[in-house]
């Protein structure tokens, strides 16, 4: 299903931020209409700053299909800039819906790229241990992608002769997207590819465990920066650009750097 089509629909709500239209329906709908098929994704504020300075991550964003709100930093932001009341729906609600739903458990309906071997097995374990019937072969480790446009002709070629409904995407934000936007032209049978990012480890405790209140709190960011300062806090400073972004270009998109 097309951005232009969802989008269409007066059932659902979508505003443009940075150029980029969020959904701002609830979770529930927005795994509805992620599951038809595309490119969902769910940037973080640091990502966010750096729509101005990379191309290729403000193209995937755009030609994406659904992309939700999962930076609460940003929902804060515009709805004190603007007096709007937008909705959050965090990419680790949106999984833990994502999983629940019986097509999406079954055997065959998906493959996971993930980020190593190591988060791989702890993930597959939790996968397996929850119902969710996915084995080693429905993993794909991915490589090192660097900066600059994303390939990788052998990931592509095992959706192709995998056809899985869903692909989830749980590389690191900034990367993720334009994979994703790589997978979306690619792919001719059209699966529902959700770049969600860290967001399984948070469940499988590859990442620190966030307990459904922190994330509903935005309180996600602290218990990353608590459990490792030195990689998160950094990351997370950075994003203290954005309310100036959002400031000087609220709808419009950020193309000249800020």
């Given at each position: 299903?097309?951005?232009?089509?969802?989008?269409?629909?007066?059932?659902?709500?979508?505003?443009?931020?940075?150029?980029?239209?969020?959904?701002?329906?609830?979770?529930?709908?927005?795994?509805?209409?992620?599951?038809?098929?595309?490119?969902?994704?769910?940037?973080?504020?640091?990502?966010?700053?750096?729509?101005?300075?990379?191309?290729?991550?403000?193209?995937?964003?755009?030609?994406?299909?659904?992309?939700?709100?999962?930076?609460?930093?940003?929902?804060?932001?515009?709805?004190?800039?603007?007096?709007?009341?937008?909705?959050?729906?965090?990419?680790?609600?949106?999984?833990?819906?994502?999983?629940?739903?019986?097509?999406?458990?079954?055997?065959?309906?998906?493959?996971?790229?993930?980020?190593?071997?190591?988060?791989?097995?702890?993930?597959?374990?939790?996968?397996?241990?929850?119902?969710?019937?996915?084995?080693?072969?429905?993993?794909y480790i991915a490589p090192n992608y660097g900066t600059g446009?994303?390939?990788?002709?052998?990931?592509?070629?095992?959706?192709?002769r995998r056809a899985p409904r869903h692909v989830v995407v749980?590389?690191?934000?900034?990367?993720?997207?334009?994979?994703?936007?790589?997978?979306?032209?690619?792919?001719?049978?059209?699966?529902?590819?959700?770049?969600?990012?860290?967001?399984?480890?948070?469940?499988?405790?590859?990442?620190?465990?966030?307990?459904?209140?922190?994330?509903?709190?935005?309180?996600?960011?602290?218990?990353?920066?608590?459990?490792?300062?030195?990689?998160?806090?950094?990351?997370?400073?950075?994003?203290?650009?954005?309310?100036?972004?959002?400031?000087?270009?609220?709808?419009?998109?950020?193309?000249?750097?800020?």
């Amino acid at each position: 299903m097309s951005a232009s089509s969802l989008q269409s629909n007066n059932r659902h709500r979508f505003q443009k931020i940075l150029g980029i239209n969020f959904y701002t329906g609830d979770a529930s709908s927005a795994v509805e209409l992620g599951s038809k098929g595309g490119l969902v994704l769910a940037p973080a504020a640091p990502a966010l700053c750096q729509l101005s300075r990379d191309h290729d991550y403000r193209e995937a964003l755009q030609q994406a299909d659904l992309v939700i709100t999962d930076s609460g930093f940003l929902v804060l932001l515009w709805n004190a800039m603007t007096r709007d009341q937008i909705e959050r729906v965090s990419g680790l609600k949106y999984l833990r819906l994502l999983l629940s739903r019986p097509d999406f458990r079954r055997a065959g309906a998906s493959i996971w790229v993930m980020p190593s071997k190591a988060a791989s097995e702890r993930n597959l374990k939790w996968l397996s241990a929850n119902g969710c019937a996915v084995t080693a072969d429905d993993c794909y480790i991915a490589p090192n992608y660097g900066t600059g446009p994303i390939s990788d002709p052998a990931l592509l070629k095992l959706i192709e002769r995998r056809a899985p409904r869903h692909v989830v995407v749980c590389v690191g934000g900034g990367v993720q997207e334009k994979l994703g936007l790589y997978l979306k032209q690619g792919s001719k049978g059209q699966p529902a590819i959700h770049c969600i990012g860290a967001a399984i480890g948070f469940l499988t405790g590859d990442q620190v465990r966030i307990p459904d209140w922190a994330d509903q709190k935005v309180l996600g960011w602290f218990f990353r920066c608590m459990s490792h300062p030195r990689r998160f806090v950094p990351r997370y400073v950075r994003a203290l650009e954005l309310p100036l972004i959002l400031w000087r270009y609220r709808s419009e998109p950020p193309v000249a750097n800020v």
